[in-house]
């Protein structure tokens, strides 16, 4: 069992059959990517895995528990983050207002920004996000406008921020999309110590195979919303499912 469990999930948008019959574990402590060709059905299944869409038949499990039906705060009570595409963070904050927004959630999924924590309150807040961008390699930037960031510092910005929350499953959509060369190694980088120093499960979609098959331990191939093969990198390379699901050739 792993601590994501897909089962049976199809999914159709009218007459598209947008995921078809849909199964997918990814072990905990592991990184999982998930790719495929454009329209191959991967960012229906990431919003599947959030909660932001309810498969038409299926269930996804998170270390036991159902996802389907849960509002976002919920999902980040379980343990789950998500990184968008376009990076999601407050260009009118600085880069430690920004950090420390996601210690202010409540339970309830709201926040209070304009409340004042207790003394003690405000200093845990502080030297959590401190921290974070310790680990980020962004404490020299606490100061700067978030919105004059590169996009590879907003990328780290908006990781940081979904670790600050002390996820278990980390989910990354396309992060290195956009990015130029540097900042795309740099990511990877990243995320190798992520997963080095922490306690994190991760699952990637990404076009880059660059990205692919630094990061992997195991790697899901979606074609037209069903899943071709499932298997480690090495395996992955030149199989003919994949060769035909890519570049049109049959093997």
Do not use: W
């Not at 003690?120 to 700067?144: C, F, P, T, Y």
């Not at 670790?163 to 190798?192: F, H, Y």
């Amino acid at each position: 069992m792993g601590i994501l469990e897909v089962k049976g999930v199809n999914k159709r948008f009218g007459g598209l059959q947008a995921l078809g019959d849909v199964n997918l574990s990814v072990a905990e402590n592991t990184v999982h990517a998930i790719i495929g060709p454009n329209g191959a059905g991967k960012s229906t299944l990431l919003n599947c895995l959030v909660g932001k869409l309810i498969p038409d038949t299926g269930s996804v499990m998170f270390d036991g528990q159902s996802v389907l039906g849960r509002a976002p705060y919920e999902i980040n009570q379980m343990g789950i983050s998500r990184v968008f595409q376009t990076p999601e963070i407050f260009g009118d904050l600085t880069v430690m207002e920004n950090m420390m927004i996601p210690c202010f959630a409540k339970r309830d999924g709201a926040f209070e920004l304009n409340a004042m924590p207790s003394v003690g309150s405000q200093k845990d807040i502080i030297e959590r996000a401190e921290s974070v961008l310790e680990d980020m390699n962004m404490a020299d930037k606490r100061h700067m406008n978030s919105a004059s960031l590169s996009r590879g510092d907003k990328r780290r910005l908006e990781i940081g921020m979904c670790l600050s929350q002390e996820p278990r499953l980390l989910l990354l959509d396309e992060p290195t999309a956009g990015m130029a060369r540097a900042d795309t190694n740099n990511t990877i980088d990243l995320l190798k110590q992520i997963k080095d120093e922490r306690d994190i499960t991760i699952a990637i979609i990404e076009h880059d195979m660059h990205v692919v098959f630094s990061l992997a331990e195991r790697i899901t191939v979606l074609a037209q919303g069903t899943p071709l093969v499932e298997d480690t990198p090495e395996n992955i390379k030149g199989h003919p499912k994949v060769r035909e699901a890519y570049l049109g050739e049959s093997a």
